[in-house]
């Protein structure tokens, strides 16, 4: 019997995709957390949505899941079963929550998906402590796996990309919005991929580094999960200034509220328009929030960040097509990138 190519093969259904990624490791997840102290365990599955402040379960899912959907599916694309990528769902997942209540904290953001973030419902210090208890977490359950020594050094790897991005965005904050010290669209794009990109393509790496792919395979995964990354924080962007805040969490322009330097802002700067020279005026002198967003997608600044993300996303396609993957997962990966650029907008 001759395969199925994958013209002929039914539409990849995302959402089913990264919901049976999230229940394969949901079980090993909680186990992991279950291990920290209980006050600790309850601020990780408060912050995953899993529970209210006192321990109350909810209802909901804990977002999408992306990370943990690419180690699933790059243990598959190299022929293995999705389980042999748990671990590394479970530690860039728990690297990634630790790295959010670092953030929040860092950022002063008070709310996340709709609900105070854990520093806001649990105090600066708890939020903090819960951090490094989770990445505590992520080495633990790593190690502990056969290829536990390269594993531990991708994620460390990535976990040093992801605090030289987060350095240069709080410099970024400190910048003018004119002027030669201003911040220009490569920078902000090599500042992305450090702090967003890095573990998006560990995920998806370490998947494969466990599903024992070769190492033409892991890189080809993580170059993949790099521009994917890249893709998702622009989009993020978009979402940042004009998202649904019933799906977003924040208010509408709640980024250019918080004077943010994101990638929507800084296109329009660099447009030679005269929307551009007029938004250059209304950012130094803290305009609107409203008009700053009319302006910004007068300039262009919208059009051009959806079209960043799009080119980011055919070179996680060419990535991807320059290895052999196996089975859907290669289908699946490629449905996913096209799909998280689409969320929402």
């Known amino acids: 019997m001759t395969p199925v190519s994958s013209a002929l093969r039914a539409p990849v259904d995302v959402p089913l ?3 049976r990624c999230r229940e394969t490791v949901r079980p090993a997840l909680r186990e992991a957390i279950g291990r920290t102290h209980p006050w600790v365990g309850e601020m990780a599955a408060y912050s995953l949505g ?3 402040v006192g321990g109350a379960p909810t209802a909901a899912s804990g977002g999408k899941g992306v990370r943990q959907a690419l180690a699933v599916l790059g243990a598959e694309a190299v022929g293995a079963p999705g389980r042999a990528g748990v671990p590394a769902a479970v530690a860039v997942e728990l690297t990634h929550v630790f790295s959010l209540l670092h953030d929040d904290v860092m950022d002063g953001d008070q709310a996340r998906r709709g609900r105070p973030t854990v520093w806001k419902a649990y105090g600066t210090g708890p939020a903090v402590l819960a951090g490094d208890a989770l990445f505590a977490l992520a080495v633990e359950t790593l190690a502990a796996t ?5 594993a531990l050094r991708m994620l460390s790897a990535a976990l040093g990309d992801l605090v030289r ?3 240069d965005d709080l410099l970024f904050a400190e910048r003018p919005w004119t002027g030669p010290e201003r911040v220009r669209s490569a920078q902000y794009l ?17 998947g494969a580094l466990l599903g024992g792919g070769s190492p033409s395979a892991v890189a080809a995964l993580d170059l993949a999960g790099r521009r994917l990354g890249l893709a998702f924080q622009i989009v993020d962007d978009v979402l940042g200034i004009w998202g649904d805040p019933a799906v977003t969490g924040k208010p509408v322009h709640n980024d250019l509220r918080e004077r943010k330097k994101t990638f929507p802002v800084l296109a329009a700067l660099d447009s030679p328009s005269p929307e551009a020279r007029r938004l250059d005026a209304l950012l130094t002198s803290g305009g609107d929030p409203r008009e700053v967003a009319v302006l910004v997608e007068a300039a262009g600044g ?3 960040a959806l079209d960043e993300a799009r080119a980011h996303i055919a070179a996680a396609e060419t990535a991807l097509a320059d290895v052999s993957l196996q089975g859907l997962a290669g289908d699946e990966l490629r449905a996913l990138s096209t799909f998280l650029v689409g969320r929402d907008l």
Do not use: I, N
């Open 17 to 19: 995709v990264l919901r």
């Open 50 to 52: 899993w529970c209210e």
């Open 146 to 150: 056969e290829a536990g020594p390269s």
């Open 165 to 167: 991005g987060q350095a």
């Open 190 to 206: 090599a500042m992305a991929e450090q702090k967003t990109g890095a573990l998006l393509g560990c995920g998806a790496a370490l």
């Open 302 to 304: 919208r059009a051009a």
